[in-house]
């Protein structure tokens, strides 16, 4: 391991302070502090073992926290979640973080759960957290339970569902820098005694700190809940998401240098106008108790359309043909035009309870899952010509002047990039049980094995798969946990794991998936009061996708990574109204393999870095409220996030630089349903930069933001 640095010394000292702190502090409750808490909901895929006894890091974040930071989207919510980074979001269009190292594939969301269901599968822009009502990241192995996915964790959104037995709501209104203004309402209607409907939305539009770029969203999530027996629950909610906005590939580092060009310049094209997006979905659950001994059965149907339509000028990345590197001045752009459609199918059922034999408590869980992933797409490309240094630089090049833009060039695409409709198919039945040997011991076991089909061919007339190859993949896994303590507990965990790859090769077969392996184990101390870990862990990944060295243009699955590190995270709630908040993650995470860039074919080394992923990550928020009279209360808080540098461009030595970010937050409640309050953000207006897939599509972050919130609830 290098030498951490003063910074990183700082906040690992505050993230040990806060854990002694916290260990004498009286319990607190979690709601009214507005902290990370943990809790034993009966979930999908969980059964009836609470979340502290699961032999696995999770940290959970909670409703109360997103509002008193005014966190309005899921990679803001991420950004305090331990060993989550951000990766390249192509064009700010969705979310791309990796967890512990590894991320997905690069042309497509992140995977996240959203209930138990797929939720960053298709094209569904950034998350919006106005129905968010806690996050669950599930750090390690997952496979057992979930199926493909990424070894370093899951993350799982629990939305805001409808509530028997009483009428509630709140409204919220934002409005700050960059003429942002956001509006969020959420309404629960206790219709009966067993039948409730809960209303939650948003609608916000905002410029920004970026030229030309103006982004539009309406979010819609209502949800029903019928209770007709006292053992049968019955819920249903829907997803409607209508967002607009441009596709914005950031901005360019000249010969390897950032901060020549403003991070406000854009480098797309105006006249290319708003990316469409939307989200069509539903959710359905039954929940039936079925007696005994904790016997539940929970069966499932969700459906999700998304859709993304528009035009993108991005800069050229073929050295022949980027004009840049000979002028200084000059960046040739591609123009592209995307039709992107998905449609998502997911049933499952699942049985858990207890089987109690000789005093050994059995959590058992039991089920299956099927689903289909159709992916429709179309993309055309105008692409500059090639260019030779010293030659004029014309029209064909489209290009820019990245110190001083006139914009007007909109080449019309022609040359189809692909046209094309692939179809995935999966089924799944899955099962484990943690044993509770005795009342400190405790033993996982489970398994799952998927049955997958991967069908490809053209989009246009009846659907004639060219391609249709299916896998079988078995996941096992064992976790173990010992309490030493009823507040302290030492677990381990092991797992594999698999993710198919999308695409074809030069044979016109799909790719073998990505499979790995993962150990992690831990050291935790939960009370009431406060949340600590510590944990290690090491993973390694197969088939990642590398450019062919045979057959130029195309992939194979012939790339090997591994990742390891070390996380802590304290949540605590203090005496005298003191919140903390602290992580502090050290990630290794580089190739194992001499490969090819799947993106450029240059060569990559054994022990080469993994793009967009830092060495360390800290993140520290402390608040403390005051009492002001009987009713009123005063809550001021401040915080720092720290990335390390980190690769900015595969096979190269481009770095994107290290940065803190401060923020600092004041809140006013006058009585107990009224709420004011104003935060800023990256308070002393460093610049920075969140992430890049090449050194002309580098994301800047955003200068120093102040918005103010009003908040009502009855």
């Known amino acids: 391991m290098t030498k951490l640095s003063a910074m990183r010394h700082i906040l690992l000292a505050g993230v040990g302070l806060s854990a002694a702190m916290a260990a004498p502090a009286q319990a607190a409750a979690a709601d009214e502090q507005g902290t990370i808490v943990v809790t034993a909901q009966r979930q999908q895929y969980r059964g009836d073992v609470p979340i502290k006894e699961l032999p696995q890091t999770i940290q959970v974040i909670d409703r109360a926290l997103l509002t008193d930071l005014n966190v309005t989207r899921l990679d803001n919510a991420l950004d305090l979640a331990g060993g989550v980074t951000r990766q390249n979001n192509f064009g700010g269009v969705w979310d791309s973080f990796a967890i512990r190292g590894f991320a997905g594939d690069e042309n497509f969301p992140s995977g996240f759960l959203v209930n138990g269901f797929n939720g960053g599968r298709g094209y569904g822009g950034p998350r919006d957290a106005s129905n968010i009502d806690k ?84 979010i819609l999530t209502p949800s029903i809940l019928f209770k007709p027996f006292e053992s049968t629950t019955l819920t249903y909610e829907m997803e409607y998401v209508d967002l607009k906005t441009p596709f914005d590939r950031g901005i360019v580092a000249i010969n390897g240098q950032l901060g020549a060009v403003s991070r406000n310049t854009f480098l797309g094209e105006p006249g290319d106008g708003q990316n469409e997006i939307s989200v069509r979905g539903h959710q359905v659950q039954l929940t039936q108790d079925l007696g005994g001994d904790h016997w539940v059965f929970i069966g499932g149907f969700g459906y999700r359309e998304t859709s993304f339509t528009g035009y993108s000028s991005d800069a050229e990345l073929a050295a022949g043909r980027q004009t840049l590197y000979s002028t200084g001045t000059m960046l040739s752009r591609q123009r592209r035009y995307r039709d992107f459609q998905t449609t998502n199918i997911v049933g499952r059922a699942e049985v858990s309870g207890r089987i109690t034999t000789a005093g050994i408590v059995n959590h058992v ?334 994301a800047p972050g955003a200068p120093r933001t102040v918005m103010a919130h009003v908040n009502v609830s009855f």
Not at 182 to 194: I, K, P, Q
Not at 539 to 553: C, F, H, Y
């Open 135 to 218: 996050i669950e990241v599930l750090k390690g192995p997952n496979g057992a339970v979930f199926g493909r996915g990424e070894p370093g964790g899951t993350v799982n959104i629990i939305t805001r569902k409808a509530t028997l037995g009483k009428t509630f709501g709140s409204a919220t209104f934002t409005g700050g820098s960059f003429s942002t203004y956001r509006g969020e309402g959420d309404v629960n209607v206790a219709l009966t005694g067993n039948l409730a409907v809960r209303l939650n939305g948003a609608r916000e539009t905002a410029d920004s700190f970026r030229d030309y770029v103006h982004t539009s969203k309406t």
């Open 365 to 698: 869980l039991l089920g299956a899952d099927v689903d289909q992933f159709d992916i429709n797409l179309l993309q055309l490309r105008y692409r500059p010509s090639a260019y030779t240094a010293g030659n004029p630089v014309t029209s064909a090049s489209n290009a820019v002047n990245v110190f001083a833009p006139v914009y007007g060039s909109t080449p019309t695409p022609t040359s189809t990039v692909f046209n094309s409709l692939e179809i995935q198919k999966s089924w799944g039945i899955y099962a484990q049980d943690q044993i509770d040997l005795t009342d400190k011991l405790k033993l996982r076991l489970g398994g799952r094995y998927d049955h997958f089909n991967q069908q490809i061919g053209n989009r246009t007339g009846a659907f004639v798969p060219t391609t249709n190859v299916s896998r079988n993949r078995f996941s096992p896994s064992v976790g173990i946990l010992y309490d030493v303590t009823s507040k302290v507990g030492v677990y381990g965990a092991y797992g594999t794991g698999f993710r198919p790859n999308s695409g074809q090769d030069a044979s016109g077969k799909p790719f073998e998936p990505e499979t790995s392996r993962s150990f992690e184990i831990g050291v935790r101390y939960t009370t009431k009061a406060i949340s600590a870990s510590l944990a290690a862990f090491t993973m390694t990944k197969n088939n990642i996708l590398t450019s062919d060295p045979a057959n130029a243009g195309f992939s194979i699955a012939g790339g090997k990574a591994k990742s390891q590190g070390i996380e802590a995270a304290v949540d605590a709630n203090l005496p005298g109204m003191w919140v903390v908040h602290a992580t502090y993650s050290y990630t290794d995470a580089h190739w194992t393999s001499s490969s090819l860039d799947p993106n450029f074919a240059q060569t990559i080394q054994p022990g080469a870095l993994l793009i967009n992923i830092p060495k360390s990550t800290a993140n520290l928020l402390v608040t403390k409220g005051f009492e002001l009279g009987k009713a009123g209360k005063v809550t001021v808080g401040g915080g720092l996030n720290y990335v390390s540098s980190r690769l900015g461009e595969t096979a190269t030595t481009f770095m994107l630089p290290a940065y803190t970010l401060t923020r600092a937050m004041v809140s006013y409640q006058p009585v107990k349903n009224v709420k004011v309050g104003v935060d800023v953000t990256n308070l002393f207006d460093i610049t920075w930069y969140s992430s890049s897939y090449s050194r002309l599509w580098v």
